[in-house]
């Protein structure tokens, strides 16, 4: 298949998910997505992951308003 990627280019990308690459909620981190989303996040250079599974807020990354 032919990546959308390679062809387009947006000033954000903003990936959603229903569980969380990392958390401190009583769920933690989810194992398959830091081997395996976390690196495709990485490589498109992801703006930002939103997920939904832990029902608080949590930022990994200083945030600059």
């Keep these: 298949y032919i990546c959308v990627f390679t062809y387009y280019r947006a000033e954000y990308?903003?990936?959603a998910g229903h569980y969380p690459v990392y958390s401190v909620a009583e769920h933690?981190?989810?194992?398959c997505l830091i081997d395996q989303v976390e690196?495709?996040?990485?490589?498109?250079?992801a703006t930002a992951y939103f997920?939904?599974?832990?029902?608080?807020?949590?930022?990994?990354?200083?945030?600059i308003i």
């Design 39 to 45: 690196p495709l996040l990485h490589k498109y250079g």
């Design 51 to 63: 997920s939904g599974h832990d029902h608080n807020l949590q930022v990994s990354h200083q945030i």
């Design 13 to 15: 990308l903003v990936v």
């Design 28 to 31: 933690g981190p989810t194992k």
